[in-house]
């Protein structure tokens, strides 16, 4: 084993126009006048902070934006492995959750439909 990733998906059902700008690619127009049709715009960055490696997803499907978070931790033995899942799970959704409110200003509602 070399690496592990830690993944969290989220979901925004009524993305608000300041999220949607995030998609514009100039290129859009070209391609739907050369007859493409784009049925999805991804957004893939690779984020760096302190020791903490993030791979970002954004995708829209012209109804939702999903977010992709993929935390990784390069692990050169089996303890690197356990440490770096069992130490910073939590920690680490709760990063996740934080940058969706810090950067893109949305709120995670649980399931049950409580705002955290």
Request: some cysteine.
């Amino acid at each position: 084993m070399s690496a592990v990733g830690i993944n969290f998906a989220f979901t925004e059902p009524d993305p608000p126009p300041e999220l949607l700008n995030v998609f514009n690619f100039p290129d859009g127009p070209a391609l739907v006048g050369a007859d493409w049709d784009v049925r999805a715009r991804r957004v893939v960055r690779r984020l760096a902070h302190d020791d903490t490696v993030l791979n970002l997803t954004l995708e829209f499907d012209g109804q939702v934006v999903t977010f992709e978070f993929n935390f990784h931790a390069d692990t050169p033995t089996n303890a690197d492995a356990c440490a770096a899942v069992n130490a910073r799970a939590v920690g680490l959704r709760d990063d996740a959750v934080r940058l969706l409110g810090d950067v893109y200003h949305l709120q995670l509602v649980e399931e049950n439909g409580n705002h955290e």
